[in-house]
T-cell receptor
Framework: EPEVTQTPSHQVTQMGQEVILRCVPI?????FYWYRQILGQKVEFLVS????????KSEIFDDQFSVERPDGSNFTLKIRSTKLEDSAMYFC?????????????FGPGTRLTVL | GEDVEQSLFLSVREGDSSVINCTYT??????LYWYKQEPGAGLQLLTY?????DMKQDQRLTVLLNKKDKHLSLRIADTQTGDSAIYFC??????????????FGKGTKLSVIP
């Protein structure tokens, strides 16, 4: 069964450093998403992406964040200058617009630790 | 804005039924979802229900939707120790250009006692 994959599973970085989190969505999906989950808190929507542009972004997704689909398979989230409060689990998801629902399938997540 | 609420903990004995409850606020949600998260793992889609349905059954899982009260529940029959996990309720909201944004509850941690 096709699945969303994410790398790395765990990323440790120093405050102020740039990080790139990578995702490979399900191959025939066209909508891509990033969510994050700070420890002990809700899973929060960050951004949705379709047709090589951002469809929607939340208040969390400020200028420090960017997304990109650099090739036909990868979908990346870049945090330009990490802050301590960026420490969280980051989930990528994708969905198929031709499906009968807008069901989003999630990857296993990348745990980002900012020191 | 949209909000989804769930109780945080539920403990049941193996073999019993588990019922996890959720309330949501956005009456325009098209679909409502249940996701399962095992320790250290990602969000696994369990099941979903379309907003014009009252009930959906999928093997041991039964989803009940009371649209008037904006109440969603997930019943797990014959709960097993492998069902121990955090269960997230989520509502989907159209966010434009064909994409949907999920709003999650905090998750209910289900503990199954052998």
């Amino acid at each position: 069964e096709p699945e969303v994959t994410q790398t790395p599973s765990h990323q440790v970085t120093q405050m102020g450093q740039e990080v790139i989190l990578r995702c490979v969505p399900i191959s025939n999906h066209l909508y891509f998403y990033w969510y994050r989950q700070i420890l002990g808190q809700k899973v929060e929507f960050l951004v949705s992406f379709y047709n090589n542009e951002i469809s929607e972004k939340s208040e969390i997704f400020d200028d420090q964040f960017s997304v990109e689909r650099p090739d036909g398979s990868n979908f990346t989230l870049k945090i330009r200058s990490t802050k301590l409060e960026d420490s969280a689990m980051y989930f990528c998801a994708s969905s198929d617009p031709a499906g009968d629902t807008d069901t989003q399938y999630f990857g296993p997540g990348t745990r980002l630790t900012v020191l | 804005g949209e909000d989804v609420e769930q109780s945080l903990f539920l403990s049941v004995r193996e073999g019993d039924s588990s019922v996890i409850n959720c309330t949501y606020t956005d009456s325009s949600s098209t679909y409502l979802y249940w996701y399962k998260q095992e320790p250290g793992a990602g969000l696994q889609l369990l099941t979903y229900i379309f907003s014009n349905m009252d009930m959906k059954q999928d093997q041991r899982l039964t989803v009940l939707l009371n649209k008037k009260d904006k109440h969603l529940s997930l019943r797990i029959a014959d709960t097993q120790t492998g069902d121990s996990a955090i269960y997230f309720c989520a509502e989907s909201n159209y966010s434009g250009a064909g994409s949907y944004q999920l709003t999650f509850g905090k998750g209910t941690k289900l503990s199954v006692i052998p």
